[in-house]
Every structure is written in C-alpha cells, then in structure tokens.
Nanobody, 124 residues
Framework: QVQLVESGGGLVQAGGSLSLSCAASGRTFSSYTMGWFRQAPGKEREAVAA?????????YYKDSVKGRFTVSRDNAKNMVYLQMNSLKPEDTAVYYC????????????????WGQGTQVTVSS
C-alpha cells in the first residue's frame, strides 16, 4: 500500500507562484511514475505533469502548463514537487498527486494511488 499526501495549495493572484509537495509513504516500487492531476468544478480530472520516480529522466507536461510548471522529485525523501509559476485563473482546481507502477500516462484510470487533493485558487 502506498499513501500520498499533498500540501502547498492556497490562494494566489494571477501571475503568482505556488509550490505543491507530495509525500509518499508505504511500499513504493522503483518503477513508479509520479503524476500531478487537477480537477476543476464540473470538469474531468486531467493530467498536469508526470515524472518517473526512480531517475527523473522523463518529465511530461500538459501543453497549457509547459514553461510555467516544473515537476521534480527527491527519491531519498520520497517526495515529488510541482512548482507553478505565472499562474492563471484557469489553473484553479483541486490538485492531486498520484502514483503508478508503470510508465507515464495521461490516463488517470491507470494510476494506482491517489492523494486527497489540495485546493489551488488563482484570482484575477
């Protein structure tokens, strides 16, 4: 069993920055991919970014956040991060950390473990 806990959400003004953290505990395989997803009210959950857990060689981003968001990890601490810069109102959503025992994918249905979510609100 793997447990994930997100933190760092909050309220920021457009153009501001926010850093999200995800702490993983329990048994984690070296092949796990760590992903960030978000879900706005009335919308489907969508992938934001992903990184392979072991080496960090592969990073993936949703087109709309490229150049603004950066995903990183610290394997020694079992942590994954999402640095969000130049935030826009459309980034407002509940952000979730997820883990998958496999390669990166945008399909949330293929991820095995999920955190409880943290609210990110970007005001105009």
């Amino acid at each position: 069993q793997v447990q994930l806990v997100e933190s760092g959400g909050g309220l920021v003004q457009a153009g501001g920055s926010l850093s999200l953290s995800c702490a993983a505990s329990g048994r984690t395989f070296s092949s796990y991919t760590m992903g960030w997803f978000r879900q706005a009210p009335g919308k489907e959950r969508e992938a934001v970014a992903a990184i392979n857990w072991s080496g960090g060689s592969y990073r993936y981003y949703k087109d709309s956040v490229k150049g603004r968001f950066t995903v990183s990890r610290d394997n020694a601490k079992n942590m994954v991060y999402l640095q969000m810069n130049s935030l826009k109102p459309e980034d407002t959503a509940v952000y979730y950390c997820a883990a998958r025992n496999g390669g990166s994918t945008w399909n949330p249905g293929l991820y095995d473990y999920w955190g409880q979510g943290t609210q990110v609100t970007v005001s105009s």
